[in-house]
């Protein structure tokens, strides 16, 4: 599956940002998927995922409460709606896929993943 991120943009702290990631060549409906970030100096590091189902959820704890994760399968997209906004969230973020026969995994680390989009960069000023 190829896909592709947009919606990354500058924002200020405390700020709300939506992005997108479409999905085409492949079997969306069938992978799970998950957001990724890598900051300025810094190594990638993940951010949220769901189930292909979109039945379950997972986040890194320096995210929890401020980003949500949906998808619609229909429109072959995920998103990342990114809440509360802090300057340390600056980072380019990627999405990934991971096909998966399972409704209920949810992945969490980057070798797990087959396919990634190409970035889009998000900047949170103070």
């Known amino acids: 599956v190829q896909l592709q991120a947009y919606g990354g943009g500058l924002v200020q702290a405390g700020g709300s940002l939506r992005l997108s990631c479409a999905a085409s060549g492949g079997t969306f409906s069938r992978s799970a998927m998950g957001w990724f970030r890598q900051a300025p100096g810094k190594g990638r590091e993940f951010v949220a995922a769901?189930?292909?189902?979109?039945?379950?959820?997972f986040y890194a704890d320096s995210v929890k409460g401020r980003y949500t994760i949906p998808r619609d399968n229909a429109k072959n997209t995920v998103y990342l709606q990114m809440n509360i906004l802090k300057p340390e969230d600056t980072a380019v973020y990627y999405c990934?896929?991971?096909?998966?026969?399972?409704?209920?995994?949810?992945?969490?680390?980057?070798?797990?993943?087959?396919?990634w989009g190409q970035g889009t960069l998000v900047t949170v000023s103070s």
């Open positions: 990934a896929a991971r096909r998966t026969l399972s409704s209920s995994m949810v992945y969490a680390t980057e070798r797990e993943y087959d396919s």
């Open positions: 769901i189930t292909w189902s979109g039945s379950s959820t």
